[in-house]
């Protein structure tokens, strides 16, 4: 399978310092909300796919629950592994591949951990490996952006100062995918990165869980868990179980 821009990118310290100012209280805020909406066992395992460093999971551990962290980037696993304990562990691993450790209760996807592919059918081929990893009626769990209002609001250009790096940030609409060019100075030397995340719609993403074998159950805006509206919500969060 071909790794593009979120090889490089995710496993740059420079990735970590752009985005060093999220909202740590937001998170777990969501994840209580979340746990109490599941109504998961104590105990219950949990898979976080594509994890990053592993806060999502280190709450989760911290609240009861086996789980187990996976990512593209060697760097935020090893980061992660250092909060590595009983019943709580993570790996290098690529969300279109099959995982081959057993069925998880649930497996969350969070943070807008998806749409990063070039094909629809390597996004298809995702969500089949996740309903791979459930029992039946086990829990996805999709944490994603609303693509509709991203795009209605978005900030074309834009200069972001973050310690001793200045990012010149440029956004734009491409063959279905929202970009972000990235460039900045640092160490003395110039860097060049780029996102690309598919602006998947409610409908879109409808389409994709009922072809993977995912009924969705319910659609959130909010980490509040509030009702989604296409226009107004700034989260589109998803939640489905495997049939």
Not at 79 to 97: I, K, P
Not at 132 to 152: C, R, S, T, W, Y
Request: glycine content about 6%; proline content about 2%.
């Amino acid at each position: 399978m071909s790794t593009t821009w979120f090889a490089d990118w995710f496993d740059s310290a420079y990735y970590h310092l752009l985005y060093n100012n999220r909202n740590e209280a937001e998170a777990q805020e969501f994840m209580r909300n979340l746990l109490a909406h599941l109504n998961l066992d104590k105990g219950s395992r949990l898979l976080d796919l594509a994890c990053g460093k592993g806060r999502h999971s280190i709450y989760l551990h911290s609240q009861g629950y086996e789980v187990l962290g996976v990512d593209l980037a060697p760097e935020s696993i090893a980061a992660a592994n250092e909060q590595a304990q009983q019943g709580l562990s993570f790996a290098v691993h690529d969300m279109r591949a099959p995982l081959n450790m057993g069925q998880f209760d649930a497996v969350l996807n969070l943070f807008t951990s998806f749409g990063y592919f070039e094909s629809e059918e390597e996004h298809l081929q995702t969500l089949k490996e996740v309903r791979n990893m459930l029992p039946k009626e086990g829990f996805f769990v999709m944490d994603f952006m609303n693509a509709h209002k991203v795009i209605q609001n978005l900030v074309l250009a834009e200069e972001k100062q973050v310690e001793d790096v200045l990012f010149h940030l440029r956004r734009y609409v491409e063959n279905g995918y929202i970009v972000k060019d990235i460039r900045f100075e640092a160490e003395g030397q110039n860097f060049n990165f780029q996102e690309r995340v598919r602006g998947f719609l409610l409908a879109d993403l409808q389409a994709l869980f009922a072809q993977a074998g995912l009924e969705i159950l319910d659609q959130f805006g909010n980490y509040q868990l509030d009702p989604f509206s296409e226009e107004s919500s700034n989260r589109l969060i998803l939640i489905a179980k495997a049939c």
